[in-house]
């Protein structure tokens, strides 16, 4: 069973485990722990204004991570997006949960924007973003705050309040069909 939850410190080292093996082993990355020393102060860094960082597990194993960085003037920064290897895609809902829990929580903080970045050789980590209504952007459209690591290359952004007005209207047109 899957459940997502907001961070807690009794998880560090399973989430730096997940994160660096996905970047390390499975995509080749040159990065370590010590390069994102945001990992080791979560709650600082991530759970700090109106961001937040969640956990998804699956049966007490960390199977997945997201994050929220509040950057000010209502945007935020996805950050730290991961699912391991053997809980992606659409039958195990990992990814679509998490990026719906991070969406809730901008919604309720009235976030109007995300932005985020990423590395060009994470392609289906593309398609769901796009999928999911990310648009593409050029990395001098990002907001001054929006923290760039040395690895992200391609850039998306998200209307929060926008996609929320669409998402009612067609609740509401679906239930007066």
Known sequence: M??????????????????????????????TAEDQPDLKEIPAFYQAGKGNFWVA???????????????????????????????RGADHGVAQSLLKTLFAWCHAQAFTDLYLGTTDRFLAAHRFYEKSGFSTINKNDLPKAFPVMAVDSRFYTYAVQAHQARRARSQGASRTA
């Open 2 to 31: 899957l459940t997502i939850t907001p961070f807690e410190e009794e998880l560090t080292n399973d989430v730096i485990e997940l994160i660096l093996g996905i970047q390390q082993r499975e995509f080749g990355l040159p990065i």
């Open 57 to 87: 597990r699956v049966q007490g194993d960390v199977v997945g991570t997201i994050s929220l960085l509040d950057i000010g003037d209502g945007l935020g920064a996805l950050r730290k997006m991961f699912v391991h290897p053997g809980h």
